[in-house]
């Protein structure tokens, strides 16, 4: 049972990443994931509120550690993203009341292949899902993937609202879904 | 982007992939102009949990645990950590009344159920020589942290809601390790070692100091069900929470809700 326990109940995994994602400084990673095939810059939200547009360009540079990237914040609050080439949005002056989207990188997962659409007001993610998701089809990658990307959608939201630094449960497939959506509130130069 | 209410301390982020899921460290707080010496403590923690992988993977035949279980390799032969590890099961074992037993298991001896947290344990120690307010390493929902968000602050951790996942159960103030076993998800995956037999338990979360035991434990706990509680209440410093598969839940007496989304 121990074995089990760790590679699927434990497999609750980095939930903790996503908690940084409350967390999102002005400074991002370079991140690496697997580039997305629709880099579009520019993408829209329909989402009833303000729309506008988000024209950062892609910031996801390939390399060969994919799993691991690093937020450097500086101690001051000032908002230049000083160590990677994310270009921030030229909305400037966007008030934090307007919404703004983005799809993250494709990415690669246990099952298959995921993206994640992000839509931000201000700082504040108000809106997570999935962009687009190909698990191969079977039943088995299906019905995990049912059980676990609410939840992941969710628990971003509930991180976000509960003040929490991490979350103890066990959910499935969130490595990808947490690279797409760091990459896509790199996007948004968050 | 140019808003500040959400401006927060984190100051670093990394996964790790290791051990079939993804391992997350993050940083509160610190300098950022000592990043030379994060990144140095960070690839330390890294390293800690890759190399917990090489030795304690049942999946790597050719890991020393993988060995031993076998027989290709004597409790002589084994790596330091091997020992530690099981001498951290013997405790467990004990402390847990026998609910946490490794040598019950199938195909020889099995450290799993404590492995991942005390492998987390061992990487968060890399990251206690840095200037922060705090730190998590998150083992796949198993957590072990120092510190805080900010001074005088601690970590609030959620508990998933297992009967029903898109919520939370509760927040807990971490008082370092809080790790959380179950059956929901996967189905059923814990036997009871006394009788062979799949258990009901949905979820069991266990807070404490160190997240080796508090993991053991929370796999005991799974297993127990509300009658574990008496062992959690007899150990100082560990308190349990038990959810079953009806939302409703059993808790020791010093287990602490801050925010108690289960009523």
């Known amino acids: 049972m121990k074995r089990v326990s760790l590679a699927f109940c434990g497999a609750v995994v980095g939930m903790v990443g996503l908690f940084g994602y409350r967390a999102v400084t002005p400074s991002m990673p370079a991140f690496a994931t697997v580039p997305s095939t629709s880099q579009s810059s520019t993408t829209t939200t329909s989402r009833g509120n303000a729309t506008t547009t988000s024209t950062a360009p892609p910031t996801t540079v390939p390399t060969t550690t994919p799993t691991t990237h690093v937020r450097t914040t500086p101690t001051t609050p000032t908002s230049a993203p000083p160590t990677t080439t994310t270009v921030a949005p030229t909305t400037t002056t966007a008030p934090s009341t307007v919404s703004r989207s983005a799809t993250g990188a494709s990415v690669n997962y246990y099952f298959g292949v995921l993206s994640v659409d992000v839509t931000v007001t201000g700082s504040k993610i108000v809106k997570v899902s999935i962009g687009s998701i190909n698990d191969g089809g079977n039943y088995r990658s299906q019905s995990i993937d049912q059980m676990a990307i609410p939840q992941l959608e969710q628990q971003v939201l509930a991180a976000q609202s509960a003040n929490i630094q991490g979350v103890s449960g066990a959910s499935y497939t969130s490595a990808g879904f947490h690279q797409s959506l760091q990459s896509a509130l790199t996007k948004l130069g968050l | ?263």
């Open chain 2, 1 to 263: 982007m140019s808003s500040t209410e959400t401006r927060s301390l984190h100051s670093f982020h990394r996964d790790v992939e290791v051990m079939g899921t993804v391992i997350t460290i993050d940083l509160y707080g610190g300098d950022a102009r000592d990043e030379v010496i994060t990144i140095r403590c960070v690839d330390a923690a890294e390293l800690a949990l890759q190399q917990a992988d090489e030795i304690f993977s049942t999946w790597k035949a050719q890991s020393p645990l993988s060995r031993l279980r076998r027989g290709d390799l004597s409790l002589v032969e084994v790596p330091d950590e091997v020992l530690e590890v099981l001498d951290a099961c013997r405790s467990a074992r004990r402390a847990s009344e026998g609910w946490f037993d490794p040598w019950s298991m199938p195909g020889g001896v099995d450290p799993t159920g404590l492995v991942k947290g005390w492998a987390a344990e061992r990487a968060l120690n890399e990251l206690k020589g840095l200037d922060l307010s705090g730190a998590v390493v998150n083992a796949a929902g198993d957590i072990a942290s120092f510190g805080g968000p900010d001074a005088g602050q601690a970590f609030r951790f959620g508990v998933v809601r297992p009967d029903s996942p898109l919520k939370l159960a509760c927040v807990v103030e971490s008082p370092g390790a809080v790790a959380t076993s179950g059956t929901y998800q996967r189905g059923n995956h814990l036997v009871n070692p006394f009788t062979g037999e799949a258990t009901s338990t949905v979820s069991a979360t266990v807070a404490g100091p160190e997240l080796g035991l508090a993991d053991a434990l929370a796999t005991a706990l799974a297993v127990a069900g509300p009658a574990g509680m008496g062992f959690i209440d007899a150990l100082e410093h560990y308190e349990g929470l038990v959810i079953e598969a009806t939302g409703k839940y059993v808790k020791s007496q010093g287990f602490r809700l801050v925010e108690n989304l289960l009523d």
